[in-house]
């Protein structure tokens, strides 16, 4: 018989898939250290060089349903592809800009093509059967989440010196590296044989069954609405913290580049190499209260870090608090979730996570603004505190349904790496 889609191994599936989202997401990643200081270089406050990015989450929430919904009609690669171009299109126009107005634009035109990832979960979710489609999920996070590590870094070896002009040539790297991707996805990328709809791959009415469900589990509320206010909390650092450390340090593109590199670094150790530990010691809900009491301590620390080596204190606080909570958060989800229904749970988190990227920018910056560029992280760790004791004054009590691996005894003991890959 002629071996199909459904015949080879997972990763022969999503190899492609996975190298094209991971060169994409190192295209965005590479301007983050210099769109702040771009964008400051046209008379911009901290709050529109916030708001730029509150505008782009929310295209990229807003456009998501819609992209979907028309990659279930015109198919997967099509949609990819268009959005392919779009990036590319964005990046330059960002580089060309000369007035605000047009950054706007054009990161809203960037925010609208980065839904694409939802259409790159549709597709991981075509080419896989239910058992193995959690970890395609994980392998498709996995590669966006080594692109975001990677590209920062690179944006801060190119930018600039002045730290007031870090130049055009990130915007450029960046539009070359889409328009690399596009190149590869042209031959390389193959149409799914078959298609899910998109209610069944996170669609609009997908999400809102979703979010009944949630509503109705305890155990499942509650880590979503713990990840809603942390990821508040680190979405108003990330919009702000290039300015941060520019006003208190001196700090350009190239160091703040520079520097969300160590930190990506970080967060690559604790994920592939101490979550599967501590998850053993102290289970997720462990994880979970530590992760939230160190990204609150670091929070805190930004507020005081008058010295670079406290800079790099907070950071490693910040990576390490927050490389225990995102995968705390998902497991909680994932065990106390019905089976058959944990894809549109996952969605309801995602949402979560798109609401936040979008108020927390535009909240911090307008802290920083009209209060001082030390209030956003002070806001934010109180925001973090509370998270914590929402955690623990909810969680406390719940009884915890067995891992599998407990279920099953001490044979099921699956490889390290199985539990420690970086999502």
């Not at 949630?214 to 809603?228: E, F, K, N, R």
Request: hydrophobic share 55%; aromatic share 10%.
């Amino acid at each position: 018989m002629p071996e199909t889609s459904s015949d080879k191994p997972l990763f022969g599936r999503l190899w492609v898939l996975c190298l094209i989202v991971f060169i994409d997401m190192v295209g965005f990643g590479v301007i983050i250290p210099s769109q702040p200081f771009w964008t400051k270089s046209f008379g911009a406050t901290a709050f529109e060089v916030a708001l730029v990015m509150s505008v782009y989450a929310g295209c990229q929430f807003v456009f998501a349903f819609p992209l979907g919904w028309l990659s279930d009609r015109v198919g997967r690669k099509p949609i990819l592809l268009l959005s392919l171009c779009g990036s590319v299109v964005s990046f330059t126009l960002v580089g060309l800009a000369d007035s605000l107005l047009m950054i706007v634009l054009a990161r809203a035109l960037g925010g609208v093509m980065s839904a694409n990832i939802a259409v790159a979960y549709a597709y991981a979710a075509d080419v896989t059967t239910g058992e193995e489609r959690a970890k395609a999920m994980g392998l498709l996070g996995a590669s966006i989440g080594a692109g975001f590590v990677l590209g920062p870094f690179i944006g801060g070896v190119v930018a600039g010196p002045d730290p007031a002009n870090p130049g055009q040539i990130a915007f450029f790297i960046g539009a070359g590296i889409s328009a690399l991707a596009l190149v590869a996805a042209i031959p390389m990328l193959k149409e799914p044989e078959s298609h899910r709809s998109s209610a069944e791959t996170g669609g609009f009415r997908a999400r809102l069954r979703g979010f009944g469900l949630a509503l109705s589990i305890p155990i499942v509320l509650i880590p979503i609405a713990v990840a809603g206010m942390a990821g508040l909390a680190m979405a108003g650092l990330e919009a702000t913290y290039a300015l941060w450390v520019n006003a208190e340090h001196g700090w350009g593109a190239r160091e703040t580049g520079l520097f969300f590199g160590y930190i990506g670094v970080l967060l690559v150790i604790v994920q592939g190499g101490l979550v599967g530990p501590v998850t053993r010691a102290i289970g997720e809900r462990g994880m979970l209260y530590l992760g939230l009491a160190f990204v609150t301590a670091g929070m805190a620390v930004v507020a005081v870090s008058d010295t670079i080596a406290l800079v790099f204190v907070n950071g490693a606080l910040i990576a390490f608090g927050y490389g225990f909570v995102d995968p705390a958060v998902s497991s909680l989800i994932s065990r106390n979730t019905p089976a058959g229904r944990q894809g549109a749970v996952m969605g309801v988190l995602q949402s979560v996570g798109s609401l936040a990227r979008i108020v927390g920018p535009a909240a911090a910056g307008l802290l920083f603004y009209k209060l001082g560029h030390n209030a956003p992280y002070v806001a934010g760790a109180i925001v973090l505190a509370l998270a914590l004791a929402f955690a623990v004054w909810r969680l406390a009590g719940i009884e915890m349904p067995p891992s599998p691996r407990a279920r099953a005894g001490p044979q099921a003991e699956a490889p390290a790496g199985a539990r420690t890959r970086p999502r």
